[in-house]
């Protein structure tokens, strides 16, 4: 199976719940910030960013909230289905094209 | 959808072999970039091009190097490979100046 998930923290939540992932990103001066999932066996897949003259937007059933007083980025998800079950990592922009990512939190969920 | 397409899904390749990861892309973008992604360390960027012929060195160049004679295609090669090589491969696509990107389904490659 995928070792990618091996050493991450984790998260439970019970089917129905809302989950939260957290990250910390690096650069005050990052003014751009992306949310991916990857499923096991699976490449990343976008699922929602915002910039940074915006603290909040919303998708479906996602909303990422930025704080950039304390350089935090959160990923919220609403009613956690087990589809959503996979590594979530965020990633902000190092450049205009490149990106720094995160080394994800691994998300399971349970009926 | 975009898609990105990396030609293996799994590769084993023995030590000292020269070993070609191609990936192609079906959306005209104009940046292509490889990642490697390693349990603990996230990803981490190889190389990438904004163009064809093209290639700026990433984060972690050292015993790879690349091809983009095509818009749509960019080729990771390792020149020979080596244990600390085995990892999986992520390819991935944006517009220029534009976010975010697309990734393949990756190739995982060990080295005997």
């Known amino acids: 199976g995928e070792s990618v998930g091996l050493h991450l923290p984790t998260l439970s939540v019970q089917e129905g719940d809302n989950s939260i992932i957290n990250c910390a990103y690096s650069?005050?001066?990052?003014?751009?910030f992306i949310w991916y999932k990857q499923e096991s066996g699976k490449g990343p897949q976008f699922i929602i960013d915002?910039?940074?003259?915006?603290d909040k937007r919303q998708g479906q059933r996602v909303t990422v909230l930025l704080n950039k007083t304390v350089k935090h980025l959160s990923l919220q998800i609403a009613a956690t289905q087990p589809g959503d079950s996979a590594v979530y990592f965020c990633?902000?922009?190092?450049?205009?094209?490149?990106?720094?990512f995160g080394t994800g939190t691994r998300l399971q969920v349970f009926p | 959808d975009v898609k990105v397409t990396q030609s293996s899904r799994y590769l084993v390749k023995r030590t000292g072999e020269k070993v070609f990861l191609e990936c192609v892309q079906d959306?005209?973008?104009?940046?292509m970039f490889w990642y490697r992604q390693d349990p603990g360390l996230g990803l981490r960027l190889i190389y990438f091009?904004?163009?064809?012929?093209?290639?700026e060195k990433g984060d972690i160049p050292e015993g790879y190097s690349v091809s983009r004679e095509k818009k749509e295609r960019f080729s990771l090669i390792l020149e020979s490979a080596s244990t600390n090589q085995t990892s999986m491969y992520l390819c991935?696509?944006?517009?220029?100046?534009?976010?975010?990107?697309?990734f393949g389904d990756g190739t995982r490659l060990s080295i005997l």
């Open positions: 991935a696509s944006s517009f220029r100046g534009v976010q975010p990107q697309h």
């Open positions: 650069n005050s001066a990052s003014d751009y």
């Open positions: 990633a902000e922009n190092e450049s205009t094209d490149k990106l720094i």
């Open positions: 915002i910039r940074s003259n915006m």
């Open positions: 959306m005209d973008h104009e940046n």
């Open positions: 091009s904004y163009d064809v012929k093209m290639k």
